[in-house]
């Protein structure tokens, strides 16, 4: 299979898709382009505020992708080969995680906006609600620890000779302006006449001026810190990026949250456009040819697992957003929800939004594709930003003067793109972390708004502050320790999202087979994965090894996850058995489906 043939087969899967089950689920659930959604009716320019299908699909795609969709399907091609990552990815975005995504965006619209948790209390139990919360927020506080740590990483990291045009301080630079333009863009959608489209004429220029200054002015803080290593600038960074989170959860979301996820998703569209073009480009000319193997095995090496990752399960954690996260339910039902318009732009926002990061997914695996295993070197990031780069100067290079390569600045461009994804992401969990304990704890005041995203952020700047732990002679940052739990507890947040819709969708006698099914597979191959992890510690303790500290913990962890799954399961199966066929009435539940 040449490299053309891959990406068209890949974008003409997607795209028949869209347009043959995705019209099948809006005639199933019924979709109004008429009834008022909970962006109307519980309007109060805080967090409910409605948004055009047109407006929200770019921020609804650039808070569900974030680095997912480059990390993933490039760590699994270079485990597995490119076959199975692609084949998970087409059909698992598909089948399963547009369903999963569609599905908690419409149950959540039906319920006044409220949380797939909110949902599982009214449908199942109210202790089924109170462990959802709880793993869903742990999750969040999870993610915030650990892509704080990666920005600052980033924004510290010194430019190699292979990348001269890109040091970390550069990217945080251009990352600042970006924010920063953000916040003129809200302010100038809100009080001037300057409609949408006029506003992104104006900045997304404006946001390609702030990648090209990077380099120019890099915001270095280590010179604002005389005697001060690479790792204590780093928790600096690190602190300011959770005030910049508090701010972010706290402001209206027309301020930064609409126009930054708008700006975030058209950066997103524009790399995949000039990675697509730069690729054909390139594959008709002769320059890029597929060179990874398509299939290296069914086990890959990686001591995290006793010395080998197994394919089935290990590829469906290792390539989550794509295919299938549960963190994309969050998302859909926390700030999505909020802000759809008309029933009818789930269709759009939620599975089409699935799809298209399925998309982004193939052309990121295709970055890995160009490169013979030899050439395979550094980072997810780097591999990413490599090929964006190449497919890039395939489009600029003829209008450029003999003997000049834009692939330095187009390198840095790459940089920024992947800087920025986790950006988006970062900001949006405080605000869904802020909104779960405010559930938690049944508080509605903005006093008691506040004092929950600081809760939200004591874990994670207790996280910076900690040294790094030494696991079997590295020294790691604590939430890389726990990185493939957090892989298999994001998948088993999709499978308890899929068995909590199933149940609101067994109770008013609908399609609950759509979800059921998938429910059970992610189950299934989450568990799986997470008795995996058993595997090294029990045999550490079989052969009498010394045990670390870090490994009780981790094997305590596994443990309460595969509880609360059976636990979950449990709950699920006895309501199962009562169902009556109606759902809870409005007095009875505070969270009634909207009729």
């Not at 990026?241 to 301020?255: E, K």
């Not at 050439?375 to 990031?381: F, I, L, P, R, T």
């Not at 003067?401 to 970062?426: H, K, N, R």
């Amino acid at each position: 299979m040449g490299l053309l043939v891959f990406i068209v087969i890949s974008f003409v899967s997607l795209l028949l898709s869209y347009l043959v089950i995705g019209r099948f689920l809006q005639r199933l659930f019924g979709l109004s382009t008429e009834k008022n959604t909970p962006a109307h009716v519980q309007r109060d320019g805080l967090d409910y505020e409605p948004a055009r299908a047109s407006y929200l699909l770019p921020q609804h795609f650039s808070a569900i992708a974030a680095a997912g969709p480059i990390v993933g399907p490039i760590l699994a091609g270079i485990y597995f080969g490119w076959g199975p990552a692609w084949l998970w990815i087409i059909i698992g975005s598909v089948f399963i995680g547009g369903i999963h995504d569609f599905t908690a965006l419409v149950a959540s619209v039906r319920h006044q906006g409220r949380s797939v948790a909110e949902i599982v209390r009214a449908y199942m139990t109210p202790r089924a609600h109170t462990l959802f919360l709880i793993f869903i927020w742990c999750a969040l506080v999870y993610v915030i620890v650990a892509f704080t740590d990666v920005t600052a990483g980033t924004f510290v990291q010194a430019g190699s000779a292979a990348e001269a045009a890109a040091p970390g301080p550069a990217v945080a630079t251009s990352s600042t302006l970006y924010l920063a333009l953000a916040f003129a863009m809200g302010l100038m959608l809100r009080f001037t006449r300057i409609g949408p489209v006029r506003a992104k004429i104006i900045f997304l220029p404006l946001v390609a001026l702030a990648i090209v200054a990077g380099p120019w002015l890099p915001l270095d803080l280590g010179k604002l810190m005389p005697g001060a290593d690479q790792q204590h600038v780093q928790q600096v960074w690190g602190y300011l990026l959770l005030g910049y989170c508090f701010v972010a959860a706290m402001v209206p979301v027309w301020l930064l949250l609409q126009p930054r996820g708008e700006l975030g998703g058209y950066f997103l569209y524009i790399v995949m456009g000039i990675g697509v073009l730069g690729l054909t480009i390139g594959a008709v000319s002769g320059n890029f040819s597929i060179q990874a193997p398509a299939f290296k095995g069914w086990i890959a090496k990686d001591a995290s697992f006793g010395g080998a990752l197994p394919l089935l399960p290990i590829l469906f954690i290792t390539v989550a957003c794509g295919a299938c996260s549960g963190f994309h339910s969050i998302v859909a039902s926390g700030t999505t929800s909020k802000q759809l318009d008309r029933e009818a732009d789930a269709k759009p926002v939620a599975y089409g939004g699935m799809l298209l990061e399925g998309f982004f997914a193939c052309l990121s695996l295709t970055t890995l594709m160009i490169l013979a295993p030899a050439q395979q070197k550094g980072g997810a990031d780097a591999i990413y930003a490599n090929g964006i780069a190449s497919y890039a100067a395939q489009l600029f290079a003829p209008f450029l003067p003999a003997g000049v390569s834009p692939f330095q600045i187009l390198y840095q461009f790459a940089l920024l793109c992947f800087a920025t994804f986790v950006f988006d992401t970062l900001d949006a969990c405080t605000r869904l972390a802020r909104y779960v304990l405010m559930e938690l704890f049944g508080w509605t005041t903005r006093r008691q708004a506040v004092i929950a995203t600081v809760l939200c952020l004591v874990l994670p700047a207790v996280a910076i502050a900690l040294p790094r732990v030494n696991v079997d002679g590295k020294a790691l940052p604590l939430w890389k320790v726990f990185w493939n739990i957090f892989g298999s507890s994001n998948q088993l947040l999709a499978a308890l999202t899929l068995l909590g819709v199933t149940v609101w969708l067994a109770r008013k006698r609908m399609a609950y087979w759509l979800t059921l099914w998938p429910s059970v597979f992610m189950m299934l191959v989450t568990l799986w994965s997470l008795i995996l992890m058993i595997g090294p510690y029990l045999g550490r303790w079989k052969t009498g090894q010394p045990i670390e500290l870090i490994h009780h913990l981790q094997f305590a962890i596994v443990l309460s996850l595969i509880g609360l799954a059976v636990w979950l399961v449990i709950e699920a199966f006895i309501t199962w058995r009562t169902l009556s066929g109606a759902p809870p009435s409005e007095a009875t539940s505070p969270v009634a489906e909207v009729a």
